[in-house]
């Protein structure tokens, strides 16, 4: 009877662990991992099925599961810092264990791995750009002439700048993409917002910290840049429009530059028909939160 009692309560405490499974998201990664006798996958795609029949298998037993994404290189890097042998499944264990709190990660909640793999790759995306944001913003210093920090200052103005374009955006859901020049390449943030029943704005508060740094680093270095914006609300036409970065403030955009953005190809260049029912507009006013302050760093 004691010995049913122990399996019992081990059956239930492994329901009380939650757990974290590194995931190899593309086929480079795969075969770099291939190189580790101990990793014993040799098919990709036999591998994903793997690993998308023990989450549901997981799920169906009651656990919860974080997916991180795996990467090769950090992996080794990982081993070499902590004397880690790694061809052992006890360092890809502890790495992964590692990835549970710093790296990107999302739960499992029973969808499709089709779905979630495209969206933990999202996820990593946003989580380095607003690494490197930040980084870029910390290193700015402090202003010579009044000692005030560049970089904290920009953040205040890009959050003030964030709320009150919400504030003045129809009612609906909102799509908000930032854009920012630089080196060596434009960073690029997204932010969605829905509107709950009482008219309240819900937001990823993750995906807005990001969008925030974004727009702070195109303000505090004044490099080229733009702010789009898509409403949409049912019964009526999607409006969007934006601004370009200019100085410390927003340019509003004119109907045709909004429609010239959304209607070209970035990488071509070609012209895209315009979607129906769509509004390209000029913005609202933001007002003098808007404006270019007279002080500049």
């Known amino acids: 009877m004691a010995h049913t009692n122990d399996q019992s309560m081990r059956r239930d405490l492994r329901r009380e662990i939650a757990g974290t499974i590194g995931l190899l998201t593309d086929e480079h990664d795969f075969r770099a991992m291939r190189r580790y006798r101990s990793f014993t996958f040799d098919n990709h795609t036999s591998y994903l099925q793997q690993v998308e029949a023990l989450l549901k298998t997981r799920a169906s037993q009651g656990s919860h599961t974080t997916v991180a994404l795996f990467d090769p290189q950090e992996y080794a890097e990982f081993c070499r810092n902590t004397g880690l042998d790694p061809d052992v499944q006890s360092s890809r264990t502890r790495f992964t264990a590692e990835l549970a709190t710093t790296g990107p990660v ?99 508060e993750a995906e807005a910290l990001e969008f925030t740094t974004v727009l702070a680093l195109g303000i505090a270095t004044q490099s080229p840049g733009g702010l789009v914006i898509r409403t949409s609300a049912p019964g009526t036409t999607d409006r969007v429009y934006g601004w370009r970065l200019r100085g410390e403030g927003l340019e509003p955009l004119t109907a045709g530059e909004v429609f010239d953005a959304y209607c070209t190809d970035i990488e071509s260049g070609d012209i895209i028909s315009p979607e129906s029912d769509v509004d390209y507009c000029v913005p609202p006013d933001l007002g003098e939160e808007g404006q270019t302050p007279g002080h500049r760093h």
């Open 106 to 204: 999302l739960p499992y909640e029973g969808q499709p791995l089709a779905d979630l793999v495209p969206a933990l790759v999202d996820e990593a995306v946003r989580q380095a750009t607003w690494e490197y944001a930040s980084t870029l913003l910390a290193r700015l210093g402090a202003c010579a002439s009044c000692g005030e920090d560049i970089g904290r200052a920009a953040f205040t103005r890009a959050s003030h700048l964030l709320v009150r374009i919400l504030d003045t955006a129809g009612p609906g859901n909102r799509h908000l993409v930032c854009s920012v020049t630089a080196t060596p390449e434009t960073l690029v943030s997204v932010l969605h917002t829905d509107e709950d029943g009482q008219g309240g704005i819900q937001l990823d």
